[in-house]
């Protein structure tokens, strides 16, 4: 008998963190609800990756040979110059920053896999989101759905995290000093598996073809520090003055993004509280602790956090539990958050002397034998905050 059986929980977000927070409480006995903003399941979108401690979660679910199933298989990354030319290219592994038998896999086709392997014990809502939240438990859902009381609430809702400004108050998120935004093209370019990176001054362009897609993705990652436009159309166009002088193939990918359905947009920031609890709320993944798209372990922060949340409620139960997981969680989240701005500027080259001298540096490294395993010294501190925490066994 856990310390949460039959406990009431109510889960703010159907995301990674949320539905694998939902398996491992379901796992332990516990009564959950998942609420999601979206009308309904997305699949597909941008890469992610699981690394380190989170392999061993998403194994001890379980679940590691269908993630593993899935995995993108893309074998290739270059670095390309205004007229297209492979300036550097090197293993998708090297590129990505993985290593051993880490797995890169489409992000919504994780959110499936963990979705599904709840059906029956997890209950969903699509559709709704939390409109008050009073700190002692009781929730009143959006669309005038009236009121319930749960024995704790978790926002699992994300870097912008309505849970976390119900119960905390705005704040917490850091800027980074760049945007990100990625949306799905036509693969004009004929890419097979292949991810390519045009560098510009404050600017990165990444394309890239995944197995099973017949679209490519567009990723843009900028520099600059004015407010985040708000709504698609106004940061389409932000986006668009940004890499107006942009060369290589940008403008048609521009003209693209102009018609995308799935356009992403935001700041690339990190979520940094205190705490990450108060009366009966807690929080877990983005809505906590954000690394930001750059550290390229937000993934694996939310599957760890889940299940060491989890575990810690039933153990230590509903009052002691948010206290552990933020006891052993926070070296590890620290650890990973420092990966982010370091990425950042290595991604993102300031002006167009640091990028002629990027560019001449990648040339002489891809005619050295042995180049990969000299990058492979890049890849090392993301393998080791990766493996930065000794996870219990619940
Ligand atoms: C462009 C991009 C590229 C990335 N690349 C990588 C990468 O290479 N490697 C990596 O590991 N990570 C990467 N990440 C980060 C990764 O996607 C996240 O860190 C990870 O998905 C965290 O999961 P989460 O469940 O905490 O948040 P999310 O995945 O953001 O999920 C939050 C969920 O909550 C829902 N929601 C939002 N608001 C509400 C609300 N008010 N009520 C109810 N539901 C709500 C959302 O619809 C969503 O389903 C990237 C992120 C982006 C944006």
């Known amino acids: ?17 949320g539905t694998a927070l939902a398996w491992w409480l379901a796992e332990h006995g516990a009564d959950v609800t998942v609420a999601e903003r979206a009308e309904e399941p997305r699949d597909g979108g941008y890469k992610v990756d699981i690394r380190g401690a989170a392999l061993t979660v998403v194994d001890r679910m379980g679940l590691l040979d269908q993630a ?56 969903y809502r699509f559709g709704t989101e939390i409109e008050a939240l009073d700190p002692d438990g009781t929730v009143t859902f959006a669309n005038g759905g009236a009121s319930e009381r749960f ?20 704040g917490g998120v850091h800027d980074l000093g760049h945007y990100i935004a990625i ?10 598996r292949e991810e390519l990176t ?12 995944t197995a099973g ?42 003209e693209a993004m102009g018609d995308a359905t799935d356009f992403y947009f935001d700041t690339i920031s990190q979520a940094r509280l205190d705490r990450w609890s108060t009366g009966r709320v807690t929080l877990v993944g983005d809505a906590a602790y954000c690394a930001s798209p750059a550290s390229g372990q937000g993934t694996s922060l939310a599957l760890v956090g889940a299940y060491v949340l989890a575990g810690e409620l039933a153990t ?32 993102v080259l300031r002006s167009r002397g640091q990028v002629r001298m990027s560019m001449r540096m990648l040339g002489l490294l891809n005619r050295l034998p042995g180049k990969e395993r000299m990058l492979a010294k890049v890849v090392e501190p993301i393998h080791r905050a990766a493996t930065a925490i000794t996870l219990p066994t619940y």
């Open 1 to 17: 008998m856990t310390r949460i059986a039959n406990a009431r929980i109510l889960v703010s977000g159907a995301g990674i963190a």
């Open 68 to 123: 593993r199933a899935v995995r993108t298989g893309v074998r290739a990354g270059s670095v390309v110059d205004a007229t297209g030319r492979r300036v550097a290219s090197m293993d998708a592994d090297t590129f990505g920053g993985r290593v051993h038998d880490d797995a890169e896999l489409l992000r919504g086709d994780l959110a499936r896999i963990l979705r599904e392997a709840t059906t029956g014990r997890v209950g």
């Open 151 to 170: 024995d704790l609430v978790v926002g699992a809702d994300g870097l912008r995290s309505r849970t976390r400004s119900l119960a905390f108050g705005e």
């Open 183 to 192: 949306c799905s093209v036509p693969n004009h370019l004929g890419l097979d």
């Open 198 to 209: 045009y560098v510009g001054p404050g600017r990165t362009t990444l394309v890239y073809s």
């Open 213 to 254: 897609q017949s679209d490519a993705k567009a990723m843009f990652l900028f520099s600059g520090d004015a407010p985040r436009p708000q709504g698609q159309e106004a940061q389409k166009r932000f986006l668009t003055q940004a890499y107006a002088q942009e060369g290589w193939e940008v403008p048609r990918l521009l």
């Open 316 to 347: 230590a139960g509903l009052d002691e539990g948010p206290h552990r997981y933020e006891e052993l969680m926070r070296p590890f989240v620290v650890a990973n958050q420092k990966l982010g701005p370091a990425n950042i500027k290595r991604m």
